[in-house]
């Protein structure tokens, strides 16, 4: 049996310094940047707690000026007023409270002035939340905000694509019946007698919940417009401009009813040996070309990828910084500028990772991953993913079995919340013969290993695959859930760029340990894959990367198959944007029609 003692034995780089002050969550509004109400002009309440980056860029992408609120009279005197709620609800109550926030924001609604809140600002406008609470809200709508309910096997956070059932004519939501938008939540609203005047449209995850409300110009959608593509760009549009009809039209034949599987694109980047930014992909993490060389391999450049994929239909673009582990990623700026520039045009989620830990730099500055997390959410990305350092808090997690609060995880969950933190494993099989040889979590394999093992674990590795360690898949992401991860993209070495399908025994274990949605990766090789994936576990996305960079199998092609298979998929429709009408492309097969600006 294999020993996992219980020193854990951190790298050298990462500092084991308390939570630091800086970290602490502060909320501060913004400072104003103009004063003008123009026609194009819309009012932003952004109360400092978290990204609100992707709303802005949706808004300018839409042709439109933003003006901070800095101040309660700033609300008053908006004409148009977006609040995209981040955080969580007792802390943004707190913030919109101490700043006469809340009572102007009552005021400006009760005066039924064009209002969209989006997320924690459609929660807010309740009664009260449980989140953290109860927590008194603004008293808008009759209700109260509790959990979905996991214990039902339900994963939580509900992340990813469902279905709206609009129940009453909603300017905003005209034409978008069955369509599928981006929600990510732990908490949600529930329709009832005493609110049911409110309410616009309803979404099922284990239950009907309130997914929009609309009354006069009062509007609030629990999902996220600025990141569910097309179909959110127009939502958006008809309410900065006031209008009453979309020109979206119904694209999916049939009704949609589920939470719908996420495909994923991947972008593997690092700098090539003459210091360019590139996607690259390895054969089992193995990036470097065979012959001449062995230079890195090129797959491309990272932004026009990202870009390429959300038009071709991606659910979600990730960017991972494989030598982040190395290479501090704050020093990284081509990075960071890849990631502004991508969530520019990118609008659904985009997730970065690579380098998310505790870092003392050649200054000695120290910085901790939360620090290193937030600019990354700066710049752009929607979630951040933690690969190496996971598996080092897991390990002292599991030594210890006492939280310190002060893990990458979570820092960064407590900061911005569970669904914002995603944990990449990556594995390695290590076959034995009989379960009894190691104290992890194995599995019967199909096909045995290459000594007749019938039996496998999966070794979690870090510093990407490089360096093994002595915690399995299964208890990895056991602790990192009780940690508060809110996803895992679950790698497997042995099937990466090999193109013959996900290890389904590997997604199985985990994915039916965990109650956060699982990620499957590694593998995929021609649509059948994707399916297989789907119907032999619980995974709730699949993600892939060589067959896309290498045009081997158009994303188009999965979702046409997944849905010959009765698997739920988002069909997104084609764009275009107030400046330009240009169609920003999607699958060929769905004809739209969008009125022009
Ligand atoms: O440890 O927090 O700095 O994060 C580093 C991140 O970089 C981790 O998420 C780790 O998975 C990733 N990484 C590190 N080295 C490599 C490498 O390839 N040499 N890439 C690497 C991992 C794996 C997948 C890949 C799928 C699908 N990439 O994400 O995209 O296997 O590929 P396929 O469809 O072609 O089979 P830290």
Redesign the pocket.
């Known amino acids: 049996m294999e020993a996992a003692p219980c020193a854990v034995s951190r790298p050298p780089s990462s500092a084991t310094a308390g939570y630091s002050q800086r970290s602490k969550r502060s909320f501060t509004v913004r400072a104003s940047a103009s004063s003008s109400s123009s026609h194009q002009t819309v009012t932003l309440l952004d109360y400092g707690a978290g990204n609100v980056r992707s709303v802005r860029n949706a808004i300018r992408h839409l042709g439109f000026n933003i003006r901070d609120v800095q101040k309660a009279e700033d609300i008053m005197s908006a004409d148009r007023l977006v609040f995209p709620g981040v955080g969580a609800f007792g802390a943004a109550m707190e913030v919109l409270n101490q700043n006469g926030l809340g009572e102007a924001l009552r005021m400006y609604i009760e005066k039924d002035k064009p209002f969209l809140g989006i997320c924690l600002g459609l929660q807010l406008l309740f009664d009260s939340s449980e989140e953290n609470g109860p927590v008194k809200g603004l008293g808008v709508i009759p209700g109260t905000v509790g959990r979905f309910d996991s214990t039902k096997g339900l994963a939580v956070p509900h992340i990813g694509w469902n279905a709206l059932q609009p129940v009453k004519d909603s300017g905003i939501l005209q034409g978008i019946e069955g369509q599928h938008v981006y929600f990510v939540h732990s908490y949600r609203a529930l329709p009832s007698d005493d609110n049911k005047q409110w309410i616009s449209s309803l979404c099922n995850y284990g239950e009907n919940f309130v997914s929009s409300v609309s009354r006069g110009n009062v509007n609030a959608v629990q999902f996220h417009p600025e990141k569910s593509g097309a179909v959110g760009l127009s939502i958006l549009r008809n309410f900065l401009r006031q209008s009453s009809s979309s020109g979206i039209k119904t694209l999916v034949p049939g009704k949609a009813s589920k939470l719908a599987k996420r495909v994923i694109a991947?972008l593997?980047v690092r700098a090539n040996d003459k210091g360019d930014l590139v996607v690259t992909?390895?054969d089992q993490?193995?990036?470097r070309e065979t012959t001449g060389e062995n230079e890195v391999r090129n797959l491309g450049k990272p932004v026009e990828l990202a870009s390429q994929y959300y038009k071709d239909g991606a659910d979600e673009v990730s960017f991972?910084?494989?030598t982040?582990?190395r290479d501090f990623p704050l020093g990284d700026l081509p990075m960071l500028q890849v990631l502004r520039s991508a969530s520019e045009n990118v609008f659904v989620p985009l997730t970065v990772?690579?380098?998310?830990?505790d870092f003392t730099d050649a200054n000695g500055r120290y910085y901790t991953s939360l620090e290193v997390a937030s600019e990354y959410f700066r710049s752009g990305a929607d979630k951040v993913?933690?690969?190496?350092?996971a598996v080092f808090a897991a390990e002292e997690y599991l030594c210890t079995e006492a939280k310190t609060g002060k893990t990458s995880i979570e820092q960064i969950s407590r900061v911005y919340g569970n669904q914002a933190v995603v944990v990449?494993i990556?594995p390695r099989r290590v076959y034995i013969k009989s379960p009894d040889e190691v104290k992890f979590k194995s599995v019967r394999l199909t096909k045995p290993g290459p000594n007749g093992e019938e039996y496998a674990w999966y070794q979690c590795t870090?510093?990407?695959?490089r360096e093994g360690r002595s915690i399995g898949a299964y208890e990895l992401a056991k602790a990192v859930e009780q940690l508060g991860a809110g996803e895992i993209?679950l790698?497997c070495i042995d099937?990466?760029?090999?193109?013959e399908g996900y290890d389904i025994e590997l997604i199985k274990l985990v994915s039916d340990a965990v109650t956060i949605p699982v990620i499957a990766?590694?593998?995929?090789g021609v649509v059948q894959h994707f399916s297989e994936v789907f119907e032999k576990t619980n995974a709730s996305a699949a993600?892939?990367?060589?067959?896309f960079h290498r045009n081997e199998v158009p994303i188009q092609s999965v979702k046409e198959h997944l849905l010959e298979k009765g698997v739920e998929v988002r069909t997104p429709p084609t764009e275009q944007t107030s400046q330009s009408n240009k169609p920003e492309m999607g699958p060929r097969r769905t004809v739209v029609v969008v009125q022009p600006a």
């Open positions: 991947c593997d992909k390895g993490y193995d990036v991972l910084n494989i982040g582990f990772g690579g380098g998310i830990r993913s933690i690969g190496s350092d990449s990556d870090v510093k990407g695959g993209l790698n099937c990466d760029g090999q193109g990766s590694s593998g995929a993600l892939a990367a060589g067959i």
